[in-house]
């Protein structure tokens, strides 16, 4: 192991414990401004590299960030748009959800009360409101036309970090105390997550695509939302492809019947066995070394104190505090308690 960068003893560790509760308190009040900037950050850590093979490619490093940041605008601005016509659709498709909803109950009634699990259909169905939803749906809409002002101001953030990344290195060399172990340090930290997020956003892409098309070939509506949807939880560990997978199959449970509803669920198993259980550990290797229960763990952490988007980001940003903690005398021990053993 290297030798620390930084030396503790049992009193600097205390006073960075309570310093790190008050942070943490901070975080957590400010996460409105903080888990934006967040955001462009590691947004910036998966562009960088793309914008770097440009410039070797004799394009200016200004006219490649601008190229990258508008594609990926457009894109996000046509996405929106179709979000809100398939959500303006599902609003009117609401009101019929209640009656057709019945059918699947009374079928499933039986089996819960052989299970020893007494349900009223009745009682159940009192619950359903069609306005109600279609308030949900309509909010989601205003949500969604306010939601491209962050996008703007989110990648303008992210234009100015990637213009930024050629003076950081000879800035942050100035600060340090011990420049090249705190450079290494820095760049193990980058190049993990980094790797980890090109890595993740491919197979997220994968899966949403195989979504997508495994709904359209059952003739499944709102495909296309679904296998979106299924993409952007896939970023979430352990419970990200789960969440995405219980729209669609109760949309199919209410229009298709049961017997469609079992067998779309065992097409998502089928592909949350094969991505999430055999390719994406063989293509991240050894790469991430945290042990199962941390990355568990940390899902809850990072969840927590930023809300959805530390669940998005729980794996790299505990690969960030693993790798600090593995510079620091009195971190080494907690750093290995995260590591994954498993290999040695």
Do not use: C
């Amino acid at each position: 192991m290297a030798k620390p960068i930084i030396t503790l003893n049992g009193l600097k560790i205390v006073i960075m414990l309570g310093m790190l509760v008050i942070i943490l308190t901070g975080v957590r009040f400010a996460a409105d401004i903080i888990v934006p900037f967040i955001l462009a950050l590691f947004i910036a850590v998966i562009l960088n590299p793309l914008v770097q093979r440009m410039t070797r490619l004799r394009i200016p490093r200004v006219l490649a960030i601008t190229l990258l940041i508008s594609i990926i605008i457009v894109a996000m601005v046509l996405l929106v748009a179709y979000l809100g016509t398939s959500l303006n659709e599902l609003a009117r498709t609401l009101p019929k959800y209640r009656s057709s909803l019945a059918i699947p109950l009374l079928q499933l009634e039986p089996w819960l009360q052989r299970a020893g699990i007494e349900v009223s259909v009745e009682e159940l169905l009192k619950y359903i409101d069609p306005n109600a939803a279609m308030t949900i749906v309509t909010s989601l809409l205003a949500q969604l036309s306010n939601a491209m002002t962050s996008i703007f101001l989110l990648f303008l953030t992210v234009v100015f970090m990637l213009l930024e990344v050629p003076q950081l290195p000879a800035k942050l060399q100035q600060i340090m105390v011990r420049p090249v172990e705190g450079m290494g340090a820095i760049q193990r930290a980058l190049d993990s997550v980094s790797r980890y997020l090109v890595l993740k956003t491919a197979i997220s892409l994968v899966t949403g695509v195989v979504v997508w098309v495994m709904l359209l070939a059952l003739d499944v509506r709102f495909a296309f939302v679904w296998g979106l949807l299924a993409f952007a939880l896939n970023y979430i560990p352990n419970i990200g492809s789960v969440l995405a997978a219980i729209p669609p199959i109760l949309q199919v449970l209410v229009f298709s019947g049961l017997y469609d509803a079992l067998i779309l669920l065992a097409g998502y198993l089928v592909i949350n066995l094969v991505f999430g259980n055999i390719l994406e550990p063989r293509m991240m290797g050894r790469g991430l070394g945290l042990s199962t229960l941390v990355v568990f763990l940390s899902l809850i952490f990072w969840g927590w104190l930023l809300g959805p988007v530390g669940m998005l980001l729980s794996v790299p940003l505990t690969i960030i505090v693993k790798i600090g903690l593995e510079q620091t005398a009195g971190g080494q021990s907690i750093a290995v308690l995260l590591s994954d053993m498993s290999h040695h």
